[in-house]
C-alpha cells in the first residue's frame, strides 16, 4: 500500500519559519519526482516546489523562491520543505505528491495534508 504522511505544520506568526515532512512507503522513492503543493482556503491546489528523483533539479513557485527549500532524503524515504519568512498568504494545507515523470496536475501518488497557519 503506498503511503505519503506528511507532517510540521501548524500555527505560526509572520515571519517565522517551519519545517515539513513527508514519510513515503509502497512505492520505489529513489525512481519518482516529489512535489509539495498547496490549496489556500477558497482557492485551487497550486504546485510549490519540486525535485526530480535525482534531487539535483528543483522548481519553485515564483512567490516563494528564496523562500522555500526542498530536499529530499533518500535513505530515508522522505522529502523536506523548508519553510521561511512565512506569510499570511502562506497559509494552506500542504500536501506532498510523487510522480514518476515530474510535478503535473495529476501526480500517481498523494499525501493527506498538512495544515500551515500564518498569523499576522
Known amino acids: 500500500e503506498v503511503q505519503l504522511v506528511e507532517s510540521g505544520g501548524g500555527l505560526v506568526q509572520a515571519g517565522e519559519s517551519l519545517r515539513l515532512s513527508c514519510g513515503a512507503s509502497?512505492?520505489?522513492?529513489?525512481?519518482?519526482?516529489l512535489g509539495w503543493f498547496r490549496q489556500a482556503p477558497g482557492k485551487g491546489r497550486e504546485a510549490v516546489a519540486c525535485?526530480?528523483?535525482?534531487?539535483?533539479?528543483?522548481y519553485y513557485e515564483d512567490s516563494v523562491k528564496g523562500r522555500f527549500t526542498i530536499s529530499r532524503d533518500n535513505a530515508k524515504n522522505t522529502v523536506y520543505l523548508q519553510v521561511s519568512s512565512l506569510e499570511p498568504e502562506d497559509t494552506a494545507v500542504y500536501y506532498c505528491?510523487?510522480?514518476?515523470?515530474?510535478?503535473?496536475?495529476?501526480?500517481?501518488?498523494w499525501g493527506e495534508g498538512t495544515l500551515v497557519t500564518v498569523s499576522s
Open positions: 505528491a510523487a510522480d514518476f515523470i515530474w510535478c503535473r496536475r495529476e501526480m500517481d501518488y
Open positions: 509502497g512505492f520505489t522513492f529513489d525512481d519518482y519526482a
Open positions: 525535485i526530480n528523483a535525482g534531487g539535483d533539479f528543483t
